[in-house]
């Protein structure tokens, strides 16, 4: 049993290394020429043992997104249920948010089109955000219940706000008061004290 | 010269005509098998005359993503200088706003996506935006001189809040209760109000 835990564990590890590996070769030459052989090398692994954990070049894009979703999804966990002010944490997570949609932009939605078309792609896509959405749902409750918003206030339409308020506008506006004036309507809007 | 604006006048219909079979061609077969051949029977003109407006596919397609902004971007300028309160012209433009996201979801990011890689791209999309963002920023200086919002905003800033709040999230919540909630967060968040 042990032994089979620290295999499973090698395994995630060596899993892991691929897909850091593929961000790698993706962010030097993107996504047009991306070739397996290049993963191997650059994850210092032979070529074969990249198709022991991924299927071809879609499954492991698709695993390379999801990596990348659950990486942020986990920082945003982390700073949301730090014990500190709520739109401290709120600016925070905002500002992480914006800098992983400028990414997401540049290289992931490509990725994320390679992946699935049509309704497979949505239905994939809408549980990532769902998971997102219940991230904030809590956030929100967690507002309400340390009386830094409003009672009354439907978690759930205020956390598909957040999820709003974190789309990156390509826009010619200075990015730390842009998140200064979101935070501060969003206080306004939702906050306790007015 | 009047000859010359009838024939110009005719030459936009004709090229607003291809664009339009494009989009129902697009609708049907998706973006993949997308022919030029179709699209000419659809415009119920020969294919050479598509040719003599559009170089080829990929012009043909940048110019759709173009006229389908362009056509937004009208629409909202309408919605926003009508002589209503502002909060009103607010709600309406979201709701069109995230019906408009929620096309070009499906279909114009993986036409945007065919138009143009890397710097190219970025450039045109910007330009796309910074023309909504202008049309936002005026906006919000009328809801200022009509006393409806705040004094001292930045009006630039909140255009960009306002372009944000414009993302579609696909998140398991009511359309409706949710523009609700947008326009009173808003509303407490700049409204002159509170």
Known sequence: MLLFVALATRSQGKRRAILEATIRVLR???LGGL???DVARAAEIGKGTV???FRD???LLKALVEHRATEFYAD???ILTEDRPFFERLRELLARRLAFVDEWRGLWAAV???VAQGEAKKAWLTGLHE????ILTDFVQSGIARGELREGLDPALVAATISALGCAPQLPVDREAYLDQL????RKGVGAKP
């Open 131 to 134: 998971r997102y959405h219940r």
């Open 183 to 186: 935070v501060e309507i969003f």
């Open 35 to 37: 070739k397996i052989e």
């Open 76 to 78: 945003a966990e982390a």
């Open 28 to 30: 030097e030459q993107g």
């Open 51 to 53: 198709y022991l954990y």
């Open 112 to 114: 994320a089109a390679e």
């Open 57 to 59: 070049k879609r499954e």
